[in-house]
T-cell receptor, first 112, second 113 residues
Framework: EPEVTQTPSHQVTQMGQEVILRCVPI?????FYWYRQILGQKVEFLVS????????KSEIFDDQFSVERPDGSNFTLKIRSTKLEDSAMYFC??????????FGPGTRLTVT | QQQVKQSPQSLIVQKGGISIINCAYE??????FPWYQQFPGKGPALLIA?????SEKKEGRFTISFNKSAKQFSLHIMDSQPGDSATYFC????????????FGTGTRLLVSP
């Protein structure tokens, strides 16, 4: 069964460093998302991406964040200068045409 | 208006019992209501979803009940098993736009043997 994959599973970085989180969505999907889940809290929407551009972003998704689909398979989230409060699980999700979004296993980002 | 309220925060159910988790929303533009199951250290997995044109949807032991007038929906897990122990999130999205999911706060379910 096709699934969304994410790498790395765990990323530790120092405050102020840049990180890139990678996702491979399900191959025929058209819509891509990043969500964040701070430990013990609910899942929060960050950004949606369609047709090679951002379609919607939340107030969390400030100028420190960017997304890119550099080729036909990868979808990346970059945080330019990480802060302690960026520590969270980051989930990539994708969907084809229906409403069903499928989530990856997540990347745990720890900022020290 | 974008919030989805979920209760209870945690739930303990005996094996074989019925687990019931409730959600409420305000935004009448929401028209897709999925439930996700999340195990520790894993991503949310789509469990079952419903649209407002039906009042109930059943898949195996999992049933969503939907009350459009009250703007509430609930997940019922029949014959709960220890393997069902997980965190459950309700969510909602609109059919217009790019359908970002708005999640509830989650319910940690523990099914005791």
């Amino acid at each position: 069964e096709p699934e969304v994959t994410q790498t790395p599973s765990h990323q530790v970085t120092q405050m102020g460093q840049e990180v890139i989180l990678r996702c491979v969505p399900i191959s025929n999907h058209l819509y891509f998302y990043w969500y964040r889940q701070i430990l013990g809290q609910k899942v929060e929407f960050l950004v949606s991406f369609y047709n090679n551009e951002i379609s919607e972003k939340s107030e969390i998704f400030d100028d420190q964040f960017s997304v890119e689909r550099p080729d036909g398979s990868n979808f990346t989230l970059k945080i330019r200068s990480t802060k302690l409060e960026d520590s969270a699980m980051y989930f990539c999700a994708s969907r084809f045409d229906s409403s069903e979004q499928y989530f990856g296993p997540g990347t745990r980002l720890t900022v020290t | 208006q974008q919030q989805v309220k979920q209760s209870p925060q945690s739930l303990i159910v005996q094996k074989g019992g019925i687990s019931i988790i409730n959600c409420a929303y305000e935004n009448t533009a929401f028209d897709y209501f999925p439930w996700y199951q999340q195990f520790p250290g894993k991503g949310p997995a789509l469990l079952i979803a419903i649209r407002p044109d039906v009042s109930e949807k059943k898949e195996g032991r999992f049933t969503i009940s939907f009350n459009k007038s009250a703007k509430q929906f609930s997940l019922h897990i029949m014959d709960s098993q220890p393997g069902d122990s997980a965190t459950y999130f309700c969510a909602a999205s609109m059919n217009t736009g790019f359908q970002k999911l708005v999640f509830g706060t989650g319910t940690r379910l523990l099914v005791s043997p």
